[in-house]
């Protein structure tokens, strides 16, 4: 081999070492920073992980939603119809967010089963719900749970 060929190699090994490096780190934000869906029916099953941000999507529990006196903390319960979990959640709620609609909170699951959310999202009208939690509301027949409007629009 001669020393100019010698170089290159060595200049291409250099190369696909970086890049398999760089490749290996943006795996691993990726990981990180995944956020995966879950029906309450899951985590109630134990099948969505702890300590993990997951995304957890249903309906709002009529009655269910109750404000702690002289802060911004509240819980509710989010329903697929089939199973149920408390959502704990300090902030301010979407002006849209009622009871008795579809939402996804962003959050981590506590020791007790409950969902401690950092965020709360709410649809952005009458007829919408995150694919997500439709499909899940489908799969389990729950749809008929859901307000006239939205029972036509996914069937």
């Not at 704990?88 to 009871?99: A, H, N, S, T």
């Not at 020791?111 to 965020?119: I, M, R, V, Y």
């Amino acid at each position: 081999m001669t020393p100019s060929r010698k170089k290159r190699l060595y200049w291409m090994l250099a190369l696909l070492c970086g890049v398999s490096a760089a490749a290996a780190f943006a795996m691993a934000a990726l990981r990180q920073n995944i956020n995966l869906f879950y029906t309450p029916s899951q985590i109630a099953a134990g099948e969505a992980p702890r300590g993990t941000r997951i995304r957890a999507g249903g309906l709002v529990e009529a009655g269910s939603l109750k404000r702690m006196p002289g802060s911004l903390a509240l819980r509710f319960i989010v329903t697929d119809g089939e199973g149920s979990i408390l959502v704990r959640y300090e902030g301010i709620l979407p002006d849209l967010f009622r009871e008795g609609q579809g939402i996804v909170a962003l959050g981590r699951i506590e020791p007790d089963g409950s969902l401690h959310a950092d965020e709360v999202l709410a649809k952005h009208d009458e007829k919408y719900m995150p694919p997500e939690a439709m499909g899940a509301l489908k799969k389990i027949g729950a749809s008929s749970q859901l307000p006239r409007g939205m029972q036509e629009s996914y069937r």
